[in-house]
Structure formats: C-alpha cells, structure tokens
C-alpha cells in the first residue's frame, strides 16, 4: 500500500483486530511463548542491537546538549532518577513468562543505555523531513497510477463476535478547580508540536514508592481510538528501549490483570498484557485505570514515533471488551464540572498547542461555538454532506450524508481512494512550492438533525510546507495535505478531518451531549 508509516499509524491500526484472551500470564498459547522467547534469542544474538541503539540515543544527547535549553530536557538527575528506577525495575520486576530451561536468560542491559529521548532530540532533521514529503510524494504518485488504499478484514475476524477494532518532565500547565466540590472546572495541559504532525502532552503514570522516582510519558491523545498503551519495562524491541518505558515495581497503586493482548496491523504488531493504576493529568487524578503495556512491537513506526504512548479519548463502544477509556473513568469518578474536553493546535514555529480537559477556554477561540451532533457515538463521527472547491461541489458524497470522523491522531485530511485522487489533481499544489496564489478554499459541509453547517479550509492549512528553506525563503516542498484511505464497511467508507482541520478550528468534544463544537481558533488568521 505503499509508505507513510507515521501518517498510517492511526488509520491502519484504527481497523485492527484487538482481541483479548481471560488466560493467566502463566497459561499464555505456546505460539505466543515461542514468539517471545525467540524474540529473545535475536535479541541475545544480536549484539550490535544493543549497540546501535546506544549509539542512537547518545546522537540524541548530543543534539540536546548542543541546543541548550529545551521543552523536553531531561536534567542529569532527572536521568539518574529514571537510570536507576531501571535498574531496580530489572532486579524487582521480571518478565512474566513460566521459565524455561531450554531458553536463554533475557540480556541484561548495561546501565548506560539511555532509556528515552528528550523531545528537543526528536524534531526532524532536514533529511528526515526530505524522506517524509518523498513518502507523500509515493503516496499521491500511486494515487495517480491508479492504486487504492483498500483496508481488507480477514473473514474469520469479520465473522468472529465481540471483535473490537483498534488503531493504532514534570507535569505543567494551568488549572481552575471549584472550591466546593474539589472538581477541576478546566485544565489546559501543554503538547508540544512535533512537526506539525505529531502534537505529544506529558502524563503521569503510577504512584510512586518511597525513594523512587515519578514516572512520566508523553502521550498523543487520540480520538480514534480509545485505549491507553504505554511500554513495559519488560519490552526489549527498539522501539521500547528508545522511549520511556513503566517500571512497575515502583508504583504501590499498580496492579497486574489476568489478560494478555496481541494486535496486529498494517506496518507491525504489538504483544503484551493489561494492567491497573493511577494516572495523573496535572490536577486530576484518575484512579485504577486500565491501561495496556506493551512486552514486544515489530514495525519501524514504535521507532520512528515521537511519542512513548497513546491515549485514546473517543467513546467506550470502540474500546476492547470492558475496558474502560480514560476519560470515561473521570466521568464516573466526576472528577470535571463539564464533561468535554478540547484541542487547540498551533503552527510552529509557535508552541502555543493543548488539550483542555473540563469547560472550553475561551481566549483559545474566536466568535461562538458552532455545535454538530455525533452521528454515531463511536468513532467521533458526524455526516457530511458535500465538500466544495472554490464553492463548487466537488461530489463528495454520491448519496449524501457520508461518515466523517474528526480525529486528532491523524495527520491528514482523508478520503475514499478515487475521490481523493481525483482532489489532489484538481488542487495541483506545486511541488517547488510556486503559484500557492492560486489556489482556493475546501469547504466541509457538515449537518445534523438541526441544519447544515460550512467550514472553510483555505491553503495556509491545507497545504503542507516543510521548515527547511530555499535561498529566496520560500519552502523547500510543498504538497496537498491529503490521503487516500479506503475503509470497509461498516465502518466506512468514511472521510476523515485531522489534524490539518483541527489547525484552523479550535474543536470541542462534549461527552455529556454527544456532540462536536468548532469555532476559529484564536491565531488562525
């Protein structure tokens, strides 16, 4: 289907088999035990593994030393802090696996080997952003020859019932909390702009022990999807040694559950287990969530991510069996005034973007919310009825409404392969960057039971410009921020507004109404 790694995490994996078995660790199916412990042997076999990945996070050391200051800067005794937790993490808390003798031991991993990499290491070099348009380039030039981007569910997992679809510092920011009742009214929690294309928030995850050090993740709150992942500190794959990993033996509030958890999808797989503990969102503390943690991952995008876990924030229906997602859990324990939480996503090279959990903010908006009803409370879905070009239909929709998802863990604005093929043609963004005069405005025309609703996504937002620059400061690539994603039914076919949507209108997801509000965000002029 081509490249795109990043961009497909969140689409691909969002048709996922997740399925979840009641067997104790102690009891896992022999394939998943061989799996594991092969993993292992490579592991043990490969010595330069290790190496390389040492080499890798020493790189990003230096890239944070060299900037000086930075948003994700890990102090020398925030690293001491976090080396030794992994030290006593190793000794204390062990894989989960029967042993066996005719398997090697598991490496041990030298102390100097860095466990995560500063945020201020993680923007993209000019080469890496060079290889990320060549892989838009892939993508929109295959459109072009006729490729589709069908998602295909096996039959046996189309057929089988209960199959549940998954996709794939310190804590800061400013708090209003009601003196009467102690819940928080609103709180607005920092993300960092990853390249306009990734926005990462940091979380705490446990309560730690005495003498051990606070564990924190910086996380992509995602509304397409509604499960919490983070790395066990058992997980030996790259993509786990060079993010944070949850040692939890180091947490009194943690607790192990009786379920292992295998996911596979487009670009890799995931294996690992569920478990319970306290998380902590700046003044709101969620108690005995359950989250997923990851024991091993294939699949170059755990290592090309810029962020050490995800939180899903759409509704229960499309967690897995009853596991509850994280924003269902401050509902139930009525930890917020107002059920809704909100994104406001900025353009570097401004930081300025957040998630507000609680009332809306209303320095972040301009004019008056705009409220669409959830067409079905699973995705955060609404109807669409048309998108125009320059106020001409562009026949989106054959029988109108169409599914439109808003979704903040993708990066793009999606559609069915033929449409958005046909609109990356119309559009013509040139690649050099030149004649961006003439192009127009996309209108998404949304609607519910009360009316239709337009929403204006002129070129500044829809048209993708890289930070690095050409001699006359006009930027080196430019292309249509658009992707071509054919989703089966029932899910789909399904459009999807993303991040590049979400840059221009400051968006609220009201749980206590099921509905979705937009209004221009405050800079988006």
Request: aromatic share 8%; charged share 25%; glycine share 8%.
């Amino acid at each position: 289907m081509g490249g795109l790694p990043l961009l497909l995490l969140a689409l691909l994996a969002m048709l996922a088999c997740l399925s979840f078995s009641t067997q104790q660790a102690d009891a896992l199916p022999m394939q998943m035990v061989k799996g594991i412990e092969e993993a292992k042997e490579s592991h043990a076999r490969d010595a330069e593994f290790e190496h390389t990945i040492a080499l890798q996070i020493a790189e990003s050391a230096r890239v944070v030393q060299e900037d000086g200051q930075g948003e994700g800067e890990e102090t020398a005794a925030e690293a001491e802090e976090e080396a030794d937790a992994s030290s006593s993490s190793t000794v204390e808390h062990g894989s989960s696996l029967p042993a066996s003798p005719a398997s090697p031991a598991a490496p041990v991993l030298p102390r100097t080997l860095p466990r995560r990499i500063p945020l201020v290491a993680r923007q993209r070099t000019e080469q890496e952003e060079q290889d990320f348009f060549a892989l838009i380039d892939e993508h929109q030039d295959n459109l072009e020859m006729g490729m589709t981007m069908q998602l295909e569910l096996a039959e046996e997992v189309q057929q089988q019932e209960g199959t549940h679809f998954y996709r794939f510092g310190r804590l800061r920011g400013s708090a209003i909390v009601d003196e009467k009742s102690g819940k928080v009214k609103e709180y607005k929690l920092p993300l960092i702009d990853i390249n306009n294309s990734q926005y990462v928030g940091r979380i705490e995850v446990g309560t730690p022990k005495k003498g051990t050090p606070h564990q924190y993740f910086d996380v992509i709150f995602d509304t397409g999807s509604s499960n919490l992942w983070i790395n066990s500190d058992t997980c030996l794959s790259e993509g786990c040694l060079i993010h944070r990993r949850f040692h939890p033996a180091n947490s009194k509030t943690y607790k192990k559950l009786p379920v292992e958890m295998s996911v596979q999808f487009g670009t890799g797989s995931l294996e690992g287990f569920l478990a319970q503990d306290t998380f902590t969102l700046g003044p709101v503390r969620v108690h005995g969530q359950t989250f997923g943690q990851i024991r091993r991952s294939t699949g170059s995008v755990f290592v090309t991510g810029k962020f050490d876990g995800i939180l899903g924030m759409s509704f229960p229906s499309l967690s897995a069996h009853s596991y509850k997602p994280v924003f269902d859990s401050m509902m139930e324990q009525e930890l917020l005034t107002s059920n809704m939480f909100s994104f406001y996503y900025s353009l570097l090279p401004k930081q300025n973007s957040a998630i507000m959990l609680g009332e809306p903010i209303k320095a972040m908006y301009k004019g008056d919310l705009t409220w669409v009803a959830v067409s079905k409370p699973f995705y955060w879905e609404v109807n669409l009825i048309d998108i125009e070009y320059d106020g001409v239909s562009t026949n989106a929709c054959a029988e109108p409404p169409c599914k439109a998802v808003v979704d903040t863990g993708t990066s793009l604005l999606t559609g069915p392969s033929v449409y958005t093929t046909r609109m990356i043609r119309q559009l013509n963004v040139d690649r050099t960057c030149n004649d961006m005069e003439n192009l127009k405005t996309l209108t998404y025309i949304l609607s519910d039971d009360n009316g239709e609703y337009r929403f204006d996504v002129d070129p500044k937002f829809f048209v993708l410009k890289s930070m690095a620059k050409r001699a006359d400061g006009k930027p080196k690539f430019c292309r249509a921020g658009m992707m071509a994603l054919d989703v089966p039914k029932p899910r789909g076919p399904l459009f999807i507004l993303g991040d590049v949507f979400m840059r221009k209108y400051y968006t609220v997801f009201d749980r206590d109404n099921n509905r979705i509000g937009f209004a221009l965000a405050a800079d988006s002029n």
